[in-house]
Structure formats: C-alpha cells, structure tokens
C-alpha cells in the first residue's frame, strides 16, 4: 500500500484534472448522457471528481489519502475494495465505475460487486480507457513510464461488454469522448454514441 501511486500521489492525481480542464469536461459531457437521478456509489471514487459534479451521495476507494481529498468536496467516503464492497445488496439505484477496472485485480469480481449493491433494473455505468482506440493504443504503449498506468490493464469495449454481460447486465448505450491528444486541447471534445475512436468510453448497462 506505501508504494501505491493513488496514496502517495493522490494531490498530483487531482491536479492532473486542473491541469486538463477540457478533457475532463468532455469526460463528464460523457458521463451526463447516461447517469441517472438517485442514490448513486461511485466505486473507486478516487478523489471525487466523476461522482461530486452529479451529487452523488458515496464513494468507496481504498486510498485514504484520496478519500479526505473526496472528502473536502462533500462526497461520503468509505475505504473499500471494488471487489469487497461494505454495503448491502441492492442499496443504491446505480453504481459508477471510472477508470477502475483497469486496476482492480479481478475485473469479473468487481463488476459482480457492483451488481450485487445495484437495485434489480438499476443501472451500473462504466468509464474506460478504450484500449482499442488509437490513444488507448498509445496510452498503453506509454504505461511503463507513468506514474498511474504502469501497473494498469487496458480494456477494449468489446473486453468490457463481455465482462458486463458475464457479471449478468444488460448492454444498453455506449458514448465516447476525447479523439485528440488530451494535454493540447483548447475546448471540449465532442460526445458520439459508439465507441473505438475516443479514448474515454462510457458504457450504462442495466443490472
């Protein structure tokens, strides 16, 4: 855990989407079109940032250092594992998962998790880093030498359909964002239904 990037970096972490104002409101522009009113859990909250802008009511992360920052924003925090979550089943109307599954140690695992605390017909809605685009492509060749990525393992949409659908979800819309470098963008991306040319990539699948 001392050698975790997300605990000792977490400032640095949330700088990064100070330092990037048009691709992280074209991530969230992504994220309007599909998430729903009421009680929602961002699982791997991180610092808050996809979860406070739509008033979500809890995150869950294991990074203490992420969750005070959570904290300071007005989220409910609460340590946790994706793959372990410390709640009942069926609590909240929808879950959020944003760049998380790239990290967790059994995808599978975590999706069946955040199925289990999702309401029958909610919605659990997924944000990747489309390996199969051409900056995921390049994302990935350059996770060695990040600070965030190197331990990460790139999902393709297909990969991530499959996984949603094995954990027992229904695919119901897919939107994509982010087609230029993010770093040199000068106003917000355009969000496209479909997926395989942005980079970002959110998929709402009914649980």
Not at 88 to 93: S, T
Not at 143 to 155: I, K, P, T
Request: hydrophobic share 40%.
């Amino acid at each position: 855990m001392l050698n975790d990037p997300f605990v000792r970096f977490a400032m640095e972490y949330d700088e990064w989407f100070e330092r990037n104002p048009w691709a992280y409101r074209s991530e969230l522009a992504a994220l309007a079109k599909v998430v729903p009113e009421g009680r929602g859990v961002d699982i791997g909250s991180g610092t808050g940032r996809f979860s406070t802008p739509f008033e979500m009511v809890v995150g869950v992360d294991p990074s203490i250092p992420m969750l005070r920052l959570a904290g300071k924003k007005g989220l409910q925090v609460v340590q946790g594992r994706a793959e372990n979550l410390p709640f009942r089943d069926g609590a909240f109307d929808f879950a959020l998962m944003v760049t998380v599954l790239c990290f967790v140690n059994d995808p599978l695992d975590a999706l069946r998790e955040a199925t289990r605390v999702v309401r029958r017909g909610g919605s659990l809605l997924v944000g990747i880093l489309d390996r199969d685009s051409s900056l995921g492509r390049r994302y990935e060749a350059g996770a060695e030498g990040s600070r965030f990525y190197r331990d990460a393992r790139f999902l393709s949409a297909a990969e991530t359909f499959d996984l949603l659908e094995q954990a027992g979800c229904t695919i119901e819309s897919t939107f994509q964002t982010i087609f230029s470098d993010p770093g040199g963008l000068t106003a917000p991306e355009p969000v496209r239904e479909g997926h395989g040319d942005g980079l970002f990539t959110v998929i709402s699948a009914r649980v």
